[in-house]
């Protein structure tokens, strides 16, 4: 029998390459050589790659084909692991929409929204979803930051509209020089930036997939941060503590699941998606900040706690994915 040629993708074209290349070491671990061929495409600024034993290989954008050996190889599915531009903001997925090509994240149009932080609470508002009160600053037309922020709260976050991993993110206490430090600080990742209300309470997250046609909610993790809050040094430098999963009562834990699963269908998502909430414990309810659509896949990323402790292996796990996607 056949096993179906898989092309797992790393790379990108932002900072967050480094992120993907970390994820890379754990998802190549994880595929199952008994179920898949696979091939890992290098995406960069200077080209896409194949690198193999006896040499290395461009990829051939007309029909997303490598040669190999002599051999031209097709694939059947594409196993996305890039954070950041092109793997995250639609752009991929719409290339290989174009080319008929099944991958394992969600579609070109809610990859872009969804790598857009202020559409996204927008669209999740609309639904229903409590979200944090807002303002986005575009570069182009941003003069200063008082009279935009006049009708916010104070504690808010400033962090760059598009992307993730936490970068250029910072808190500002009260309206002061520091906000127009932090906007300018956000507008060297990004030429949008969202200033958001902080809301107090509890940082969780979780997982959600779908698998055989059914959304499952992986186990929520509570995000403990020794800094003042949850930035890139934080997510990816160990100064925070994770708990899964998360010490909450059962009422929490299903108001989170609920929620999650409502959001993975209003934005029809696919594949592994990770949202983050905000539970305030004044009003119980919880507020969703975000949804990452390539959630991190290190050894110490989130989602692969929350696969270990509901009791799957990480290749059962990108097994499910793979097996999701692949036409029947």
Same mark, same amino acid.
């Given at each position: 029998m056949n096993k179906p040629k898989i092309a797992f993708v790393t790379g990108g074209y932002s900072g967050e390459a480094e992120i993907s290349y970390l994820s890379?070491?754990?998802?190549?671990?994880?595929i %199952?050589?008994? &179920?898949? %061929?696979?091939? &890992?495409? %290098?995406?960069?600024?200077?080209g896409w790659f194949y690198e193999y034993k006896n040499g290395k290989t461009e990829v051939d954008k007309n029909d997303f084909s490598i040669i190999v050996d002599q051999q031209k190889i097709?694939?059947?599915?594409v196993l996305i692991g890039i954070h950041g531009t092109p793997g995250e903001d639609g752009k991929l997925q719409g290339y290989f929409d174009m080319l008929g090509l099944p991958y394992t994240s969600c579609n070109c149009a809610i990859s872009a929204l969804t790598?857009?932080?202020?559409?996204?609470?927008a669209v999740a508002s609309f639904a229903g979803i409590k979200v944090a009160n807002s303002v986005l600053l575009f570069k182009n037309t941003y003069q200063s930051p008082d009279e935009l922020v006049k009708n916010l709260k104070f504690p808010v976050f400033v962090k760059p509209n598009n992307g993730g991993s936490s970068i250029g993110m910072s808190k500002v206490n009260s309206p002061s020089e520091e906000l127009g430090v932090a906007i300018q600080k956000a507008f060297k990742e990004d030429d949008q930036v969202l200033v958001e209300e902080f809301i107090k309470g509890r940082e969780l997250t979780i997982g959600v997939f779908k698998s055989k046609g059914k959304i499952i909610p992986l186990p929520i993790t509570e995000i403990i941060t020794k800094k003042e809050f949850f930035d890139y040094e934080a997510k990816y430098l160990g100064a925070s503590q994770e708990i899964t999963p998360a010490e909450v009562t059962d009422d929490i834990a299903l108001q989170i699941k609920e929620q999650a699963i409502k959001i993975y269908q209003i934005f029809n998502c696919r594949g592994i998606v990770r949202i983050d909430f905000i539970y305030n414990e004044?009003?119980?309810?919880?507020?969703?900040?975000?949804?990452?659509?390539?959630p991190g896949q290190t050894e110490a990323s989130l989602v692969p706690q929350q696969v270990k402790v509901m009791g799957w292996t990480l290749m059962d796990f990108y097994t499910a994915l793979l097996e999701e996607c692949l036409p029947a």
């Open positions: 890379a070491k754990t998802i190549e671990k994880n %199952d050589p008994e &179920k898949f %061929d696979y091939y &890992k495409i %290098d995406i960069t600024p200077k097709h694939f059947e599915a790598f857009n932080k202020r559409y996204t609470v004044e009003d119980h309810q919880p507020y969703m900040l975000e949804i990452n659509t390539v």
